[in-house]
C-alpha cells in the first residue's frame, strides 16, 4: 500500500525532533512539499501515456496526464507503436512542434501524417505527488524523501535558533540557543547526505545557501501560509 502525506508527517516529525515545538504542524506539509520538488528533480516519475489520433495531427497537452510544462521538457513520441522484441520507432524531434491554439485547446503537440484512431505512445517526466490518500514516489524512496524534508526542518530550526542567539542579551541564553543551532544544522547536513547517497548523488546534494546569500524572504511558503523563521509581520 502506498505511503500517504500523513505517513510522511509522522516521520518528518520523528527524525526532526523539535521538542519545543517550533515547527507548527502547517509547517510539516511544507517542508515535505520541498523535499518533494527536489527529489523529483532527481527522481522523476516516468509516465508512459498511449493517445488515439483524431486525424487532425494535434494532440493535447491537456491529455498528457502528469505533464507540467515547466518540468517534464520534450516527451518521447514513438509511432507506430512497437510490438514486443521489435526496436521502438521514435519520432525525431525534428518531426514535430509545439503549437498554443486558443483557450480551451491550449498547447498541442502538432504530429502530421497519424491515421484516426491509431495510437501513439508518449513517454516523459513528471513530478511527484503525496496527497491525503496515495503517494507516486516508490515505498523504498519513502524514508529518504522523509529524510529530506527533516533536513529542510532543521535548517529552518537552526535558522531560528541563530535568530533567536542574536537577539538575547543574556550570555547563558545565547550559549545554549547558539549550541542548538549547530546541532541542528550538523544534523541537517547528515540527513541530506543520507539522502543523497541514498539517491545516488553520493553526499554532494545540495545544501542550504550560506549565511551571506541573499534571499528573498518577502513570499508565502508552498502551501501559501507563513515562513517559520520570516514571518510577514516582520517584513
Same mark, same amino acid.
Given at each position: ?20 515545538? *517550533?515547527?507548527?504542524?502547517? &509547517?510539516?506539509?511544507?517542508? $515535505? !512539499? +520541498?523535499?518533494?520538488?527536489? =527529489?523529483?528533480? @532527481? ?37 507506430? *507503436?512497437?510490438?514486443?522484441? &521489435?526496436?521502438?520507432?521514435? $519520432? !525525431? +524531434?525534428?518531426?514535430?512542434? =509545439?503549437?498554443? @491554439? ?134
Amino acid at each position: 500500500m502506498a505511503k500517504v502525506r500523513d505517513d510522511f508527517r509522522k516521520q518528518v516529525r520523528r527524525l526532526i525532533r523539535d521538542g519545543a515545538i *517550533i515547527i507548527k504542524p502547517d &509547517d510539516y506539509d511544507d517542508l $515535505i !512539499d +520541498r523535499a518533494l520538488e527536489a =527529489y523529483s528533480k @532527481k527522481v522523476p516519475r516516468p509516465v508512459v501515456l498511449d493517445l488515439p489520433s483524431d486525424g487532425s495531427g494535434d494532440f493535447p497537452i491537456s491529455s498528457l496526464t502528469g505533464f507540467d510544462e515547466e518540468f517534464s521538457g520534450d516527451p518521447e513520441i514513438e509511432y507506430p *507503436i512497437s510490438n514486443a522484441g &521489435d526496436e521502438p520507432s521514435m $519520432i !525525431d +524531434r525534428r518531426d514535430w512542434k =509545439y503549437y498554443r @491554439k486558443p483557450a480551451p485547446v491550449g498547447l498541442v503537440i502538432r504530429l502530421f501524417g497519424i491515421p484516426n484512431g491509431n495510437q501513439v505512445r508518449f513517454t516523459f517526466k513528471a513530478p511527484h505527488s503525496i496527497t491525503d490518500t496515495d503517494s507516486t514516489p516508490p515505498q523504498s524512496d519513502f524514508n529518504a524523501i522523509c529524510k529530506l524534508a527533516a533536513a529542510e526542518g532543521c535548517d529552518d530550526l537552526s535558522r531560528h535558533y541563530t535568530q533567536t542567539s542574536e537577539s538575547s542579551f543574556i550570555q547563558a541564553d545565547q550559549a545554549i540557543y547558539q549550541s542548538k543551532a549547530r546541532e541542528y544544522e550538523s544534523r541537517a547536513k547528515k540527513l541530506r547526505e543520507q539522502f543523497s547517497a541514498h539517491v545516488g548523488a553520493g553526499s554532494q546534494e545540495e545544501g542550504p545557501p550560506a549565511a551571506s546569500v541573499t534571499k528573498n524572504w518577502d513570499t508565502r511558503n508552498s502551501r501559501g501560509g507563513d515562513r517559520l523563521t520570516h514571518p510577514r509581520r516582520f517584513r
